[in-house]
């Protein structure tokens, strides 16, 4: 630790001269709609309605849509109980829950059969949606005559490696941290319901045409239960004894259908106030859509398509519902492309949760001591834990290569984590009613009391179901269940050694102790000890400390204070809480860079305050934290990712959304060679160059001419243009107002010289 005692620059330190790290507790949020809060878990969830249906179907035959619909309707119990759970505020999402109820050691194997249904969670998606573009390709390639049909073989050869390249580009994206936009989410979901509207009504109106009849009532004498789905028990006499055992086995090929319901805890943070009102709102719309798409698809795919003909189909079924619906051909192969284009974007999103929720995952695990901190070392470049992002990848592109691009093998490993997760975090808060009793926003229903002791039936049937479900799939499904207890023990084994090791070694949370923390609920200029007018100076990565040391250079001691800030990005997977603990917001990254910057300040002589708050949005939490820390400028260095005119529209953007009050701050955006970018956020005097100074004086002398006797002033012309513009606007020829201006732009920057 380079601060000493008495240091200058370890400003507000106590008597024993280590310095101060203020921590705010309450999370610095972006806030978002139920709506876009139900798009994003749609985009997970919705995703397994292409492949859900047809995998079912595959084992059990033509009854599979019944037991996707009691699925889907069964999600809703689900969901219910991840409801209840972040109504308590169960910090750190499943590995928390599971922790804080049944103790570490449960807790490693939850997170460990969580993190087996992230990893597979990327490959079943991106292959997934190699099927259907290798479908669509088949397709074109018989309408046109160029070819005939693709093999069997090359469909899974397209969709192994469409999937890896979908993967490749999101590892660098996330590599880079580009981050998740509820509004893209949102704009792909839109897109979904116009190409489900149009499915549900070609298929019905196809149905009706054809009196298609409904696929055969879900009882045990009508399933066809081949001895791939009866696994261990083919030799069983079990499951044609009892009934029940057959359903259960049903259910078991066809829970991949609510994939995707752990997202709904995950977007709870960032849900607007009421929270609990709107999270129950946003689980409502997720229910509705996500039973009519995904349980309609599997009942229009048996009503419409041929017995025999969908046989070749069931890794592609709403592809091949679109080519077999009642119409001409070139209608139907036009829908089918935009079943692809659509069902694409939404499997590739998926794609990229699977590596943000592995990340955050993970991070969670490392922050809490499991992992030793050289996993959640920052990318020299981008900032980000790109080794942990690394090894997910890496391990998603052998789990494809594994596959061959076969979606039912992939579907097989991911329901062993799917069901094992949802059933851990059932059991967690099962326990958490009598661990930690008491009154909650939110219970699951149907709840009783014998001698005041509460007896929650609801939630123990829920639990219960998931768990017969869990241990019916060990045995059916020999494949998935040896390589997922495989995956789990061994990275159980990992968790365990890492963490006697971090613990051994001292590296777990000691090193926070050569700083004090003081917790506060929220960052104020007193508390950090900073006067108002200070500097702020967001750091992230102490590789890219330059703009620190600038901002040290030419401050004078006494003038203005310094604010070091660091912000802790709060990934969406990583917990689902606005009250965080000093864990969750400082471990050995944060000393590491703090360290670094009090050594800068030291070799110079000078004082800095040190502060961390979370947030889900870098950009926000900065402008967040420097109003409520009353800063006048905010010095930034310049984004690895983004050019400064991208930078400055982002940040932009985030100062409009601060809300009603927006100070005013002057930034700078350092570069590493030196230069400097100054921008005033917020309602200000542009600053005019010597030609529009000039232009406008020529015009206020023209003009003054004209009207004279009448007093013009340069203020006048300016306006008179403005509301010019704004008539144009207004009277619909906004269309030719951009277009002029862009061309002023663009005449403009031709005129530039270039930047060295």
């Known amino acids: 630790m380079n601060g000493t005692p008495n240091s200058p620059a370890a400003a507000g330190s106590r008597g024993n001269g280590i ?21 994003i878990v749609l985009n997970d969830l919705a995703s397994s309605a292409y492949y859900a249906g047809g995998e079912a179907e595959g084992y059990i035959g033509k009854t599979a849509p019944w037991f996707i619909l009691a699925i889907m309707l069964f999600s809703y119990a689900v969901r219910a109980v991840y409801v209840e759970s972040c109504s308590m505020f169960v910090r750190g999402g499943v590995y928390r829950a599971v922790k804080q109820s049944l103790g570490g050691t449960l807790a490693k194997f939850s997170v460990s059969a969580l993190m087996f249904d992230y990893i597979l969670t990327g490959p079943i998606s991106g292959v997934a949606a190699g099927q259907y573009l290798a479908g669509l390709i088949s397709e074109l390639l018989q309408y046109s005559h160029l070819g005939n049909a693709l093999t069997p073989n090359e469909v899974n050869f397209i969709a192994a490696a469409f999937a890896i390249l979908v993967t490749v580009y999101f590892w660098w994206e996330n590599t880079k941290g580009i981050p998740e936009s509820s509004e893209k989410a949102l704009v792909i979901m839109k897109l979904v319901t116009v190409m489900v509207v149009l499915l549900i009504a070609w298929c019905i109106y196809t149905a009706v045409l054809r009196h298609s009849a409904l696929p055969p009532w879900p009882h045990p004498k009508n399933l066809r239960l081949t001895a791939n789905a009866l696994g261990w028990l083919a030799a069983s006499p079990l499951p044609h004894m009892f009934g029940i055992i057959a359903i259960f086995i049903a259910l078991g090929h066809s829970v991949l259908a609510m994939s995707g319901e752990e997202s709904l805890a995950q977007v709870y943070r960032e849900i607007e106030s009421p929270k609990l009102p709107n999270l ?5 719309v997720i229910f509705v859509y996500s039973l009519v798409f995904t349980s309609l698809v599997s009942f229009f795919a048996v009503m419409i398509i041929p017995d025999a003909v969908r046989q070749n189909y069931l890794e592609n079924l709403i592809g091949g519902l679109a ?7 070139i209608a139907r192969l036009v829908f089918h492309a935009f079943v692809v284009v659509v069902g694409t974007l939404i499997l590739a999103g998926a794609v990229n949760t699977a590596i943000v929720g592995s990340n955050g995952v993970l991070n969670r695990v490392s922050e809490d001591g499991v992992l030793s901190s050289w996993f959640r070392q920052p990318h020299p470049r981008f900032g980000t834990s790109y080794r942990i992002i690394n090894i ?25 984590g799917v069901i094992w997760s949802f059933t851990m975090n059932g059991l967690a808060v ?13 219970q699951v229903p149907f709840n009783f009391y014998i001698r005041g002791v509460q007896i929650p039936v609801g939630l123990s049937l829920i639990t219960l179901t998931l768990f017969l479900i869990a241990v019916v799939n060990l045995f059916t499904k020999p494949v998935a269940t040896m390589a997922g207890g495989t995956f789990s023990v061994l990275l159980f084994i990992v968790f365990t050694i890492s963490e006697r090791r971090t ?20 960052l104020t200029p007193e508390a950090v000890g900073a006067r108002p007018g200070n500097i702020l100076v967001p750091v992230s990565n102490h590789f890219n400390l330059y703009h620190l040391g600038n901002v040290l250079d030419r401050i004078k001691p006494g003038r203005r204070d310094v604010v070091v800030l660091h912000v802790r990005l709060l990934r969406r997977s990583a917990s689902g809480e606005n009250e965080l603990d000093a864990d969750q917001l400082f471990g050995s990254i944060e000393q590491h860079l703090f360290s670094q910057a009090l050594s800068m300040a030291e070799k110079r002589g000078k004082s800095i305050r040190l502060a961390v708050v979370a947030s889900n949005d870098l950009w926000e939490g900065i402008l967040r934290a420097g109003a409520s820390l009353q800063s006048s400028t905010i010095v930034i260095g ?27 701050f002057n930034l700078e955006i350092h570069l590493p060679n030196g230069d400097k970018i100054y921008k005033v956020l917020g309602p200000h005097a542009p600053n005019l160059t010597a030609n529009e100074v000039n232009l406008l004086h020529r015009l206020w002398l023209r003009f003054s001419d004209v009207l004279a006797p009448q007093e013009l002033h340069h203020h006048d012309v300016v306006h008179f243009a403005l509301e010019e513009v704004k008539k ?26 270039p930047s060295s």
């Open 392 to 416: 997910v990848v890496a391990l998603q592109i052998l789990t494809i290569f594994i596959s061959r691009g076969d979606v039912t093998f992939l579907a097989n490993l991911y329901a062993f």
């Open 503 to 522: 613990h051994a070694a001292g590296s777990g949370h000691q090193e926070m102790d050569q700083f004090n923390l003081e917790l506060e609920s929220e």
């Open 280 to 284: 129950k709102k946003a689980g409502l």
């Open 728 to 753: 144009e606007i207004e009277e619909g020829q906004e269309d030719a107002v951009v277009k002029r201006l862009r061309a002023h732009i663009e005449a403009n920057q031709s005129k530039k010289p």
């Open 323 to 329: 080519m077999s619906l009642q119409g001409p051909l």
């Open 430 to 442: 099962l326990v958490l009613r009598y661990t930690r009793p008491g009154q909650r926003e939110f």
């Open 19 to 39: 310095p101060r790290v203020i921590v705010a507790t309450t999370a610095l949020l972006t806030f978002i709609s139920f709506w876009r809060a139900a798009a």
């Open 638 to 664: 310049r984004s690895a990712k983004d050019n400064t005119e991208e930078q400055a529209r982002q940040i932009g953007e985030a100062w409009e959304k601060l809300g009603d009050i927006k100070p005013q």
